[in-house]
C-alpha cells in the first residue's frame, strides 16, 4: 500500500468519524425539561382531574383571568422597583423605601391570595367523583410553581 491510499483511507476514517460524532450530538440532544407553560400544564390537569367539555371550558377561562391577574400584579411590582432602587442614587426624602417595600410586600400577599383563590374556583367545578383527583392535581401545580432546586445548588452563604 502506498504511503497516499494510506494517507486517502485515514482522510476518509476521519470525515466518517467526524460526520457520526456530529450525527450524535444532534439525535441524542435532551430534551427542554418540562416546564410549567400553559398549553402542557393545562392538558396535564385537565388529564389528572379527568374534566368534561364544560368543565374544561371553565377551566380555561379560570386559567386565563389567574394568568391575567398574576400579570397585573407582576406588572405593578415592576413599577415600584425602579423608584425603590433609585433611592440609593437620588436619595429623595419624596420616596420612602419602606413604604414601597411594604406596597410590594402587598402585592406579593395578593398574589398568593389570588392563586389560593383559583385553586378554590377550580376545585369548585369538580363534581364529586372529581374531587378525589384533586390532591394529585395540587400536588402537581405546586411542583410547576415552585423553583426546581438544582442538585448542585448551595444554601446562602451566611454573612
Known sequence: MTQLKLYQY???G???LNLS???F???TKPT???RADGQQFRNKAVNILQLDEQQEAAFSKLAMAHAEEMRRLMKSQQDLLKPYFDHLLTENDAVNPDSILLQYQQLEKEKLVVT???FEDIKGILKEEQKGNFPKFMEEAIRALLPK???GARPPRPD
Do not use: E, I, K, T
Request: aromatic fraction near 20%; proline fraction near 10%; charge should be neutral.
Open 10 to 12: 485515514a482522510a476518509w
Open 14 to 16: 476521519l470525515l466518517v
Open 21 to 23: 460524532m456530529v450525527a
Open 25 to 27: 450530538f444532534f439525535l
Open 32 to 34: 427542554p425539561p418540562d
Open 116 to 118: 389560593y383563590q383559583h
Open 149 to 151: 432546586r438544582g442538585n
